[in-house]
């Protein structure tokens, strides 16, 4: 697992962050942290409520900028399946055993991609919580989906 870098640190900055912001709203609206070649950062909401029309649209944006990594943060679902399925696998969010998540997708040029995730806690009295952050060992896995490579690789350096 890709540790002590500056993805890993800006996944836990994203982590601190979101716990304010889940703290004060109850809810994380999907949005990118974006850091620049000059170093320079930014936090920009997803561009679109369509989640294909919002890949395709922060892609482009990575085309022509001068962008060194990025974090993605969004609710999200997931499920437990096991190893060597009997059944066909359904998707998270229709899954009986969901778990409600806050997902952070993160993506480097030079080291590719990273992701944590923490629980959202709802307990039956009171308010919910985000439990603690958890990196994803992703360590050779075989990663497909709208949110894997946004960032271009075939380009020269871009300097700012």
Known sequence: MITDTPLHDLIKHASQ?????????????????IVMHDG???????????????TTMMR????ITPTR?????????TAEYPQ???QP?????????RIEIIMFLGEDRDIGMLSAS????????????????EFNDITG???????IGLLPRDHKEMHS
């Open 17 to 33: 962050a979101t716990d304010k912001l889940y703290g004060e709203s109850g809810k994380i609206l999907p949005m990118y942290h």
């Open 40 to 54: 320079s950062h930014s936090i920009v909401s997803s561009p679109h409520h369509d989640k294909d029309a919002a």
């Open 60 to 63: 482009a944006y990575f085309e």
């Open 69 to 77: 990594r990025y974090v993605f943060v969004a609710e999200a679902w």
């Open 84 to 86: 060597e399925p009997t």
């Open 89 to 97: 696998i359904i998707m998270p969010s229709q899954h009986p055993d």
């Open 118 to 133: 923490r629980r959202i806690i709802r307990p039956p009295n009171g308010k919910p919580h985000l439990g603690p952050l």
């Open 141 to 147: 896995a075989t990663m497909e989906g709208r949110m």
